[in-house]
């Protein structure tokens, strides 16, 4: 299923990239090979969801179906002929690419000190796709870019998250094993969460100690202003009093 998930996203890279080199095309000549492209990976995340083990949580799980169905029915409205101007076409992969740079950046944690290296490209290629998504929808108001240009980054970008998702399958072990491994990772995670605490902590304390001290230091300056100025006090009371 690793390899069915490599090829569905070396076919959306590639269509991509055909695309961005095609740019003068119009989309009508290619919309039945990416309708096709899309059904594959439509149904190739389809099957990985329902019958692999992914390195991540059920969230993650649940994402991967969603993707799978709206890859498959945005194939399918791209083979019937249905969407084939920029009028059309833009709003799609918009849509399409913003959903899927939110998915990633929403499924990690945003703190790459303690995330893993996939997690942290996975949060960097996430924003990076949810800014071409964007853009895509105010396209004709700013630059003004070609169709297939922008769609072929959207699919190349797209093409990169599902060859991210083909990393992430695990192959099925012993269920001792597997289960050992959850744990071991499990800890793993706990500890660099708990020395990540007590970095923080050490930083508090290091702040709450040199507020203490330039605290400590103004209120002895304070107090011995206010002495001085009660002795001058003092003693002009005292000279007041002396006979003339």
């Known amino acids: 299923m690793r390899i069915f998930m490599l090829i569905s996203s070396l076919l959306m890279t590639g269509a991509g990239a055909f695309c961005i080199a095609n740019a003068n095309m119009p989309f009508i000549s290619l919309a039945a090979i990416i309708g096709i492209i899309a059904i594959i990976m439509g149904i190739a995340k389809l099957f990985v969801s329902l019958f692999c083990k992914i390195n991540a949580d059920d969230r993650v799980r649940n994402f991967v179906r969603i993707e799978a169905t709206l890859s498959t029915i945005i ?7 249905q969407i084939v101007d920029a009028t059309g076409v833009l709003p799609v992969f918009a849509l399409w690419t913003t959903l899927e740079g939110l998915k990633s950046i929403s499924i990690n944690k945003m ?3 303690i995330n893993s290296t996939i997690e942290n490209i996975s949060q960097i290629l996430g924003i990076i796709t949810t800014l071409v998504g964007l853009y895509t929808f105010f396209n004709e108001i700013i630059f003004d870019i070609r169709l297939l240009i922008l769609v072929g980054i959207s699919i190349m970008l797209i093409g990169l998250d599902c060859f991210k998702l083909s990393l992430q399958i695990e192959y099925k072990k012993s269920e001792l094993l597997s289960s050992t491994k959850e744990k071991l990772e ?9 020395m990540e605490r007590a970095k923080e902590a050490m930083k508090d304390s290091k702040e709450a100690r040199e507020r203490i001290s ?20 003092r003693k002009s009371k005292k000279y007041s009093k002396k006979p003339r």
């Open 75 to 81: 194939g399918i409205v791209f083979l019937s002929g």
């Open 111 to 113: 703190n790459y000190r």
């Open 186 to 194: 499990d800890a793993k995670m706990d500890e660099k969460e708990a």
């Open 214 to 233: 330039k605290y400590t230091e103004e209120l002895i300056k304070e107090e011995t202003l206010h002495n001085k100025i009660g002795e001058s006090r």
